[in-house]
DNA sequence: TTGCCGCCTTGATGCAGATCAAATGGGATT
DNA sequence: AATCCCATTTGATCTGCATCAAGGCGGCAA
């Protein structure tokens, strides 16, 4: 069920909020008038599936508004989450016509999207496309390998950790620069997703969440929104040295 | 202990058997000129590290023979293997002058190093190598997400069998093209390597290897040298849906 | 030849997280 | 208000891998 909006397709990329994050970021104009003829936006509800894995892709895009993740499966079912797309993130990728993972809204999704062929022999003649995408591919390497790490070695309580210092430091980063004290946000993630992302079951997820909200670590107001009292505390429950490490 | 050798300092780029490969694979004769006005060989020994996590970066460079990883550490000693680099892989990040990983050499190693200020004024004149490292840095994403699938959801007995197929059919495809039968090469990593790839002990490495070995999934002479006498069944044994994801 | 040192293998035991199972609770529908 | 639905929590048990602890083996130096 594809909810494409008209009301999107006479949006104009040059207003748009993310576009200074997105790999449009240094279009002039003119470039921004090319683009305007390849586009079209499309919307999908929370749970809904994108692109299935070895489909063709027909477009590149760029997430717009709300959550995407990319999620590998296993013959036997078993998933992996291994990409979480935010707002001005890039999906597909150029010279490729068959997607190698699910690519799954999260929550309610908005993505405005440019049919391939034409976005790829843009990039051809616009070189700092290529070099805005080379960037932010190896922004996302980064964080993939962040994750392998947590992946690889941190305990369940430092994944939870982890994540919740991940998703609260991004949010805070969109919204008030600079701000101290606790940090209060909403997970955009099921309990299911966690454990995709993290390498765990939900259980275990539900039970290491409840053991740092009674460690005092985290707060909870319902199932989603969290409270973080100090931020400190958290990474280092994270196991996190660095302090860098955004995801995507 | 930096073994820069002299011989490799007359070494002519535009006749590197791993050039069509790496970064400069569609340089032109000019082009390889000017890269070779900043570029510099540099050796090291089986065991050594490159660059440490943190330390500045003065070039970005491409692997020519044996073998880097990178490598993170966590402030208690846990230890992931985040990238392992093959002759014509690229090293560093232009624009970013910190290495965030510690980089060693697994074998005797050779690099093609480039003064990182000059190449990455290159690329800005020269968009095709923007493009060229678009693409390897695509690939290594999608490596790593293969990899984190690895991580978070295989057994251990079906992380090693992934690595022993990995590695052999990277082998394969460097030696002779669309040979069949059984494969036979060698691991060019220790137990310990291995278990810092996998997420695993040593230990655990090692019982899994015998295991394989003990139902015939592979043969081993000696500690390092493989035989796979049917890479199907090693496959299976991996859990691979897909039968891509070369490494890197 | 002998002994040493690193790497590797194998054994015994413990525990973190998976699995199986049931109960709880909040939001939407009637 | 009553009911259903489904995400989540919690409990009981099991198991795969980590941990702790000995050997074994091959290469190298004396």
């Known amino acids: 069920m594809d909810l494409t909006h008209a009301a999107f397709n006479e949006h104009d990329c040059g207003n748009c909020p993310i576009r200074h994050r997105a790999v449009c970021a240094r279009c002039d104009a003119a470039e921004l008038r090319d683009l305007e003829q390849i586009k079209y936006y499309r919307s999908f509800e929370a749970g809904q599936t994108v692109i299935w894995s070895g489909d063709q892709m027909e477009f590149v895009a760029s997430v717009v508004t709300g959550i995407a993740t990319l999620t590998q499966t296993m013959e036997d079912g078993r998933r992996q989450m291994?990409?979480?797309?935010?707002?001005?993130?890039?999906?597909?990728?150029?010279?490729?016509?068959?997607?190698?993972?699910?690519?799954?809204?999260?929550?309610?999704?908005?993505?405005?999207?440019?049919?391939?062929?034409?976005?790829?022999?843009?990039?051809?003649?616009?070189?700092?496309?290529?070099?805005?995408?080379?960037?932010?591919?190896?922004?996302?390497?980064?964080?993939?390998?962040?994750?392998?790490?947590?992946?690889?070695?941190?305990?369940?309580?430092?994944?939870?950790?982890?994540?919740?210092?991940?998703?609260?430091?991004?949010?805070?980063?969109?919204?008030?620069?600079?701000?101290?004290?606790?940090?209060?946000?909403?997970?955009?993630l099921t309990r299911e997703a966690m454990a995709d992302y993290l390498g765990l079951t939900l259980e275990t997820v539900s039970r290491q969440i409840s053991a740092l909200k009674r460690d005092g670590v985290i707060e909870l107001q319902g199932k989603r929104h969290v409270t973080v009292p100090s931020l400190d505390r958290l990474l280092e429950e994270a196991g996190d040295d660095t302090d860098g490490g955004f995801l995507n």
């Open 82 to 188: 291994v990409g979480l797309l935010l707002p001005s993130d890039f999906v597909g990728r150029p010279g490729r016509d068959r997607a190698p993972y699910d690519v799954s809204a999260t929550t309610d999704l908005v993505m405005c999207c440019f049919r391939r062929k034409p976005f790829e022999e843009m990039m051809i003649r616009t070189p700092h496309i290529s070099q805005r995408l080379l960037q932010m591919t190896l922004d996302e390497l980064d964080a993939a390998r962040e994750w392998m790490l947590l992946l690889g070695r941190k305990t369940a309580r430092e994944k939870i950790a982890s994540l919740v210092a991940i998703i609260g430091r991004r949010d805070a980063s969109l919204h008030i620069r600079g701000h101290k004290g606790p940090l209060t946000f909403d997970l955009p």
